[in-house]
């Protein structure tokens, strides 16, 4: 479980729901990914976990919606449609 207070907000990975992870980039043994989640409340966030010596173990950004989906094409098996997670289909190209 991650959870941090920014801005007077909390965000919880135990409350909100994970829509997926991005591919993990392995490296000299080491790994990278990131979460992307939905609170209850509609806000974005992702966590970042990294296994690289020296790096952060885990820390969360706030994202605004474009950001959330440019993080969720990157998403190789999303738990969520994109409706489900933005509200509409996507745009056609």
Known sequence: ??????????????SAVLIG????????WSTRWR?????????????HYSQWQGEADDYITVLDESEAKEL????????????????SEPEEA
Do not use: C, Q
């Open 72 to 87: 969720y094409e990157g998403i190789d098996k999303p738990k969520e449609t994109w409706r489900d997670t933005f509200g």
């Open 35 to 47: 979460e992307l989640y939905k609170t209850k409340k509609g806000a974005f966030f992702s966590v």
């Open 1 to 14: 479980m991650t959870k941090r207070i920014i801005d007077g907000k909390l965000y919880n990975t135990e």
């Open 21 to 28: 992870t991005t591919k993990r980039h392995e490296r000299n």
